[in-house]
């Protein structure tokens, strides 16, 4: 069974820090999701990732995948306020069947 | 707009009371999903469809059904509720590799 773990799941930080989230899965797939969510909120997207050292950045948030080792991590850099959310990573089976990790809580203060 | 849309958003009801949450989206996308989020599980996928007519079990489909008679819509269908189905559900679409998700119905079985 597809078993995908993320650490830490709380994760308190000061501004102006850097982080890493990861996120371990336990068996093959073709693609890794990263989404926010806001207190309420729906999902956003944040990156897919396709491929073995597939690496994407947005702002001071970077996401990069390693098929080998079956893990991902969400990089932050200078961290502030506004990324202060729940971060989820979702790995893809076949045929569009998904799996969630259960989500990192993430708290920036200032 | 390009949106899913679900209703309602907001639900109190009792245990053995047939339900729906309707989930509609304007993309014309083929794949659709359901999950639930409870604390600390992520979100878990119920069922999800790759085309009208086609749906699948995902990770935790007991207790619930869905069909799909039309491209737009994917209905998520409580036949018995209970209270360990009260979670928040979200729904989903897709065209490729980006999912969009709903705004979330917050169910409350008692």
């Known amino acids: 069974e597809l078993k995908v773990e993320q650490n830490p799941l709380f994760l308190s930080m000061q501004e102006g820090k850097n982080y890493t989230i990861y996120c371990n899965y336990s068996t093959t797939s073709d693609r890794l999701y990263w989404y926010r969510q806001d207190p309420g909120k729906s999902l956003e997207s944040l990156f897919v990732?396709?491929?073995?050292?597939a690496v994407k950045q947005e702002g001071r948030l970077m996401a990069s995948l390693d098929t080998k080792a079956r893990l991902s991590t969400l990089h932050i850099t200078a961290a502030v306020h506004d990324l202060s959310a729940t971060y989820f990573c979702?790995?893809?089976?076949?045929?569009?069947?998904?799996?969630f990790g259960a989500g990192t809580r993430l708290t920036v203060k200032p | 707009e390009a949106q899913v849309t679900q209703n309602p958003r907001y639900l109190i009801t009792v245990t053995g009371k047939k339900l729906t949450v309707t989930c509609s989206q304007n993309?014309?996308?083929?794949?659709m999903s359901w999950y639930r989020q409870d604390p600390g599980l992520g979100l878990r996928q119920i069922y999800y469809?790759?085309?009208?007519?086609?749906?699948d079990k995902g990770d935790v489909p007991e207790g619930y059904k869905v069909s799909r008679k039309e491209k737009r819509n994917f209905p998520l269908i409580l036949e018995s509720p209970s209270p360990n189905q009260t979670s928040l559900y979200f729904c989903a679409s897709s065209a490729g590799y980006e999912q969009y998700f709903g705004p979330g119905t917050r169910l409350t079985v008692t």
């Open positions: 990732l396709l491929s073995n050292g």
């Open positions: 979702a790995v893809n089976l076949n045929n569009n069947d998904m799996r």
């Open positions: 469809s790759m085309n009208v007519e086609v749906t």
């Open positions: 993309m014309n996308h083929e794949y």
